[in-house]
């Protein structure tokens, strides 16, 4: 025959009811206080100040999570270029993507592609300045997209870049 539980344990068999009844009366003050909670918030829904996110903060959250932070920079890359090459050059170029590290800017002519290249340094600095976090291993400045000359059925709709 097993012996008691209480006597295998140690337990003061006085004690037992008062440390079962404090742990319920604890486990009751939580779940008062949770209802409490509860209730208020179901009170204050859509008064100013109730909810302690702002939807940026949300969405830079699920930005984060989804891993859209590298297309979103880009985009604002896109979006603000001629605010980090200047006007004059944004005119004549535009970034076309980002891809394993590597950004690349295309010229719509050579000319411009060899002012970007001059430009590197500053325009390496500033776009690393304005993407932090983003891992840019490389810019990579194009000329524009060069026809194929073929009209055969072995050169038509190629398209080779510079």
């Known amino acids: 025959m097993t012996p008691p539980i209480v006597l295998t344990l140690h337990l003061d068999q006085r004690k037992l009811p008062a440390e079962t009844f404090n742990r319920f009366a604890a486990k009751s003050g939580v779940y008062r206080d949770r209802k409490k909670r509860e209730q208020d918030a179901w009170e204050s829904f859509g008064k100013p100040g109730r909810d302690p996110d702002r939807l940026a903060g949300v969405l830079s959250v699920l930005a984060d999570r989804g891993g859209w932070v590298p297309n979103l920079k880009i985009a604002q890359l896109r979006n603000h270029w001629d605010q980090v090459v ?4 944004a005119q004549h170029s535009q970034v ?25 340094p500053q325009l390496s600095a500033t776009i690393r ?15 524009p997209r060069a026809d194929s000359f073929g009209r055969g059925r072995m050169g038509a709709g190629r398209h080779y870049s510079r």
Do not use: C, H, N, P
Not at 98 to 106: A, H, K, N, Y
């Open 86 to 89: 200047g006007q004059a050059v």
């Open 96 to 120: 076309v993507g980002f891809e394993d590290g590597v950004l690349t800017i295309r010229t719509e002519s050579t000319v411009w592609a060899t002012q970007l290249t001059y430009l590197m």
């Open 129 to 143: 300045k304005r993407l932090q976090g983003l891992d840019i291993r490389e810019i990579r400045v194009t000329g």
